[in-house]
Nanobody, 127 residues
Framework: QVQLVESGGGSVQAGGSLRLSCDSTYDYSIYIMAWFRQALGKEREGVAAIDGYGAPTYVDSVRGRFTISRGKDKNTLYLQMDDLKPEDTAMYYC??????????????????????WGQGTQVSVSS
């Protein structure tokens, strides 16, 4: 069974940085992967995604501050988060699927683009 394990979360002050990691038991290097987040009392939402050809996509609220990338070992996905804001506070989840591309609604978890999910890592940003 494929496992996705997130790490790197923590507590930082506004303006700080964190790098999240997602380690997989499967080589997703040519398939889609993404980071989602869910704040307390809110719906889960997509943050950043990368397709099987290496092209990244970001939602407007994080574009220019977050960077999604794959590790050289092919089994790791990263999310570099800079200039963090209190509204970035959430549980962050890694997701993946055996497709090469996703649709324009990838950021909606209900759309079903991603079938494998991790357990999440908590990010807390204080003002």
């Amino acid at each position: 069974q494929v496992q996705l394990v997130e790490s790197g979360g923590g507590s930082v002050q506004a303006g700080g940085s964190l790098r999240l990691s997602c380690d997989s038991t499967y080589d997703y290097s040519i398939y889609i992967m993404a980071w989602f987040r869910q704040a307390l009392g809110k719906e889960r939402e997509g943050v950043a995604a990368i397709d099987g050809y290496g092209a990244p996509t970001y939602v407007d609220s994080v574009r220019g501050r977050f960077t999604i990338s794959r590790g050289k070992d092919k089994n790791t996905l990263y999310l570099q988060m800079d200039d963090l804001k209190p509204e970035d506070t959430a549980m962050y989840y890694c997701a993946a699927d055996l497709r090469r591309r996703y649709g324009g609604n990838w950021y909606d978890p209900q759309a079903g683009w991603f079938g494998s999910w991790g357990q999440g890592t908590q990010v807390s940003v204080s003002s």
